[in-house]
């Protein structure tokens, strides 16, 4: 990406198109970003308005990580960003060039034990339906690895941004519980 | 959402010169901005990303006053050891509002300037009345569903809440918004709706937040932020308020007592009626229960928000008790 050139707009990349309503609209905006995902380097061209979420979901072929209410309310889309959980659903792919980005898919590798989470997860039966529980799984990883698991009291405040409409609550609460345990 | 470009700015100059410009936003956390351009509220072409500059994330303490960078993240704030210690109502305010990951990604001048959860605000497909959108329009909420409106400060032209948490605990320790060299008490900081709900703020074309700061006291030691919302975390307050107090020698006579309000009125709400009430008495239940009263002087409900009247007084008393019982 280009960076500092403030407000000059790339030009349209030639013979790049949309087609909306049956019209044809040059597209101004694509950009090539290269991320850091998992620990590996992917290159990806999108419009400047495409967020995290919708790039691994539509373009990186990384569908782990879950789009439930895409507003910020439920953290089924949760992944790190630079070791710390956020929302990708509210955060532009182009804003995390630059930054190291971790999903569900990198929390192990397939074959290889399972991350102390995920098993604690398993083991606790932490989730009914599962859509919730990759956002469940990275918020937790970061939860602990915060100091935000000392109680279940706090366990229940600082995951409060994961919604689970099975309402599997008070396992996912023993599942880090006992994660945090483990990994302590 | 509509097509827009993004650029990094590189130098506060850069975002200051985008800031004057049409149809330009700037991008801190995204987590405003980026619901409200998926909503259609917010539609830029141009998107800004402040989020990288340097040196404007920084928190410093002396002995005078807190000064907070503007884009400092909320969960870096809230765990401050000295923002802790010397304000704890502004690090209780933090932790307390929107989640984990959302601290994580919104900034302080972001967070000050997070718009309204009036639902006919943020929903222009259906509701095409909203004067804070679209001055002149109407108020959907006036006749509407209106729980979660405000019963202060609002006008015949809007009733939206201002939601923010953080605002509130600034407001009862007068803090001071940095607009660059121009500071602005944090209560001119932000306007009444009157005629003009869409002008929310005394930022100039041009102006960005650069930092806030806070005047250290014995009141914004001893302070609390006490939130009542419909579910126990990740919600907006039904009513909350940021008190501090400091008592006198004997342990008992209120010398100096600051409260500010939020999730009832239509910006954070400076509650002096209380504050003068009770300065110079004793510490007492009664009088305590008495002058919260006053917290709600002048309101007027739409029906469903009603409760908010009832509650407010109640959440100041509750307040006060606690940071004086908290010895
Ligand atoms: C589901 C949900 C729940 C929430 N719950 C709460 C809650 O309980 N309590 C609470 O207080 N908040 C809550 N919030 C709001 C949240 O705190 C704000 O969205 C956040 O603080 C905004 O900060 P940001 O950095 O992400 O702002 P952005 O979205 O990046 O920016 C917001 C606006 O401010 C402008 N801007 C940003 N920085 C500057 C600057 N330095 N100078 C000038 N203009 C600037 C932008 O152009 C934009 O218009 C919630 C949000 C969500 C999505
Ligand atoms: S209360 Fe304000 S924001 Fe909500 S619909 Fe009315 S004018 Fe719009
Ligand atoms: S999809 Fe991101 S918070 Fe719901
Ligand atoms: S397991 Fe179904 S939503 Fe949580």
């Known amino acids: 990406m280009f960076f500092g050139l403030l407000l000059v707009e790339r030009p349209a990349a030639l013979g790049t198109y ?30 400047a308005r495409v967020t995290l979420l919708d790039a691994l979901r539509e373009h990186l072929e990384l569908t782990g990580t879950k789009k439930g209410c895409d507003h910020g309310q439920c953290g089924a889309c949760t992944v790190h960003v630079d070791g710390e959980r956020v929302l990708s659903c509210l955060t532009l792919a182009a804003q995390v060039e ?19 989470v995920q098993a604690a997860f398993l083991e606790h039966d932490a989730f009914q339906c599962g859509y919730c529980t990759p956002g469940q799984i990275m918020s937790a990883v970061a939860c602990i690895r915060e100091g935000h698991a000392g109680s279940d009291d706090e366990i229940r405040e600082y995951m409060s941004g994961n919604l689970c409409r099975c309402g599997a609550y008070p396992h996912i609460v023993d599942a880090v519980r006992e994660a945090a345990k483990e990994l302590s | 959402m509509r097509d827009f470009s993004y650029v990094r700015a590189a130098t506060i100059d850069e975002a200051l ?103 006919y605000f943020r929903d222009p497909a259906t509701f095409p009345n909203c004067n804070k959108r679209n001055p002149g329009s109407g108020c959907a909420a006036l006749t509407g569903v209106n729980r979660s409106h405000a019963v202060l400060g609002g006008s015949s032209a809007c009733i939206a809440t201002y939601p923010g948490d953080l605002a509130v605990a600034l407001t009862a320790f007068d803090a001071l918004v940095h607009l660059g ?39 914004a030691r001893r302070s609390t932020f006490l939130k009542v919302r419909d579910r126990q975390s990740y919600e907006f307050a039904a009513a909350s308020a940021a008190v501090g107090i400091e008592l006198g020698g004997d342990g008992r006579t209120i010398t100096d007592i600051r409260i500010a309000l939020g999730g009832i009125a239509t910006k954070p709400w400076r509650a002096r009626a209380v504050e003068d009430a009770l300065r110079g008495t004793a510490f007492e239940h009664d009088a305590i229960k008495e002058a919260s009263r006053l917290a709600v002087e002048g309101a007027i409900d739409h029906g469903a928000n009603h409760y908010k009247i009832e509650l407010a007084p109640r959440v100041v008393e509750r307040a006060i008790l606690k940071i004086g019982a908290a010895a």
């Open chain 1, 18 to 47: 949309c087609h909306q309503n049956g019209v044809k609209t040059p597209m101004t905006n694509q950009i090539s970003l290269n991320l850091d995902i998992n620990g590996k380097s992917r290159q990806v061209t999108v419009e």
């Open chain 2, 17 to 119: 010169s985008a800031a004057a410009m049409p149809a330009t936003m700037l991008l801190a956390g995204g987590t405003t901005l980026i619901d409200l351009a998926k909503c259609g509220v917010a539609e830029p072409e141009r998107v800004v990303d402040i989020s990288h500059l340097k040196g404007l994330d920084g928190v410093r303490i002396d002995g005078k006053a807190a000064t907070i960078g503007a884009l400092a993240r909320m969960s870096r704030v809230a765990e401050d050891p000295a923002i802790k210690g010397e304000f704890p109502a502004i690090s209780e305010a933090l932790w307390q509002a929107a989640s984990a990951q959302i601290r994580n990604m919104a900034t302080i001048g972001g967070n000050l300037l997070q718009r309204t959860r009036c639902a």
């Open chain 1, 98 to 116: 630059g930054s190291t980005i971790n999903t569900i898919e990198g929390l192990s590798a397939p074959g290889d034990a399972l991350h102390p």
């Open chain 2, 181 to 219: 060299d121009r500071q602005v008490p944090v209560d001119d900081f932000f306007l009444l709706p009157g005629a003009r709900p869409d002008k929310e703020h005394a930022m100039r074309p041009g102006e960005i937040i650069t930092a806030i700061s806070v005047p250290a006291s014995p009141a």
